[in-house]
């Protein structure tokens, strides 16, 4: 049976997702998203690991995700939580980065986690109007009023030199799973491709995105699915051209790392009133 009420709308005006889960107990692995995710509680209390650092998070505690910053996240004492947040794509915060600093150079969050934040307050304001599709004028102001003390306050400098080798190592093998993650993909040809052994690669990969070559392959083909759910394509033809074996083994990826099923996430695009819902 379901577990809470899970809500996901899309703003046209803005560009980005916000989403509300009520009543909602399950635990998400390690996993990560395409998208900024800018997230708080409502109530209850959330184990969180991301980029190796463990947090509890409570109400009035502000949530930080980046692009593929690796997190999981569980209910304490397996109590059920109520919490919301947006889902912002790269290319609409480069927009409102750039609006902001005159760059559109993308952030990256010092800590996943900001207690008691200020911030909080405004983020969970937009967030509800966002939901209650109010007008772009106010929504608009008070999203470039949030980002700008968010990029003031919570963004990190540049990593050390052998960070940024490391990364680009990374980001190259990511890149090529992102490529190929519909067709078949095998450990061999991954340590081929980066010049090291099997179990060096699974260390170096793990180490800087905080989850294994095949766990971000899944991650890959789930993201792939999105895309075609999102265009209209059927779960169980969505399943294959992602390269997952059937529409059941898509469903179980789908629900561990998005928290809703594949039929779910395809109704959020239904065209409804000139927006998706």
């Known amino acids: 049976m379901e577990q809470g009420v899970r809500t996901v709308r899309y703003d046209p005006d803005l560009g980005l997702e916000a989403y509300h889960f009520s009543g909602v107990i399950q635990i998400f692995p390690g996993h990560f998203h395409e998208y900024y995710t800018l997230g708080f509680l409502e109530r209850g209390l959330q184990h969180t690991i991301c980029r190796g650092i463990d947090c509890l998070s409570e109400a009035g505690d502000l949530l930080l995700f980046a692009p593929g910053d690796v997190h999981s996240c569980r209910p304490v004492d397996g109590r059920s939580l109520d919490y919301g947040g947006l889902n912002v794509p790269e290319e609409t915060m480069a927009r409102y980065v750039r609006e902001i600093t005159g760059e559109a150079s993308l952030p990256r969050f010092r800590e996943p986690l900001v207690r008691r934040s200020e911030l909080t307050a405004p983020l969970r304001s937009l967030h509800r109007m966002v939901m209650e599709r109010e ?60 010049g090291r052994s099997k179990y060096s690669l699974i260390r170096a990969f793990t180490r800087e995105r905080g989850i294994t070559p095949y766990s971000y392959l899944m991650a890959a083909r789930v993201g792939e699915a999105k895309r075609l759910l999102e265009a209209g394509t059927a779960p169980a033809e ?8 059937d529409q059941s083994h898509l469903t179980n990826q789908f629900k561990r790392l998005i928290g809703l099923t594949p039929g779910q996430y395809a109704a959020i695009f239904r065209e409804r009133g000139g927006g998706r819902e």
């Open 135 to 194: 007008g772009a004028f106010c929504k608009e102001e008070t999203f470039l009023l949030l980002l700008s003390q968010v990029l003031d306050r919570c963004t990190a400098g540049g990593p050390t030199a052998a960070e940024r080798w490391e990364a680009r190592l990374t980001a190259d093998l990511c890149a090529w799973l992102d490529d190929h993650c519909t067709g078949h993909v095998s450990l061999e040809e991954l340590s081929r491709m980066a």
């Open 238 to 245: 969505a399943a294959l051209e992602a390269g997952f074996s």
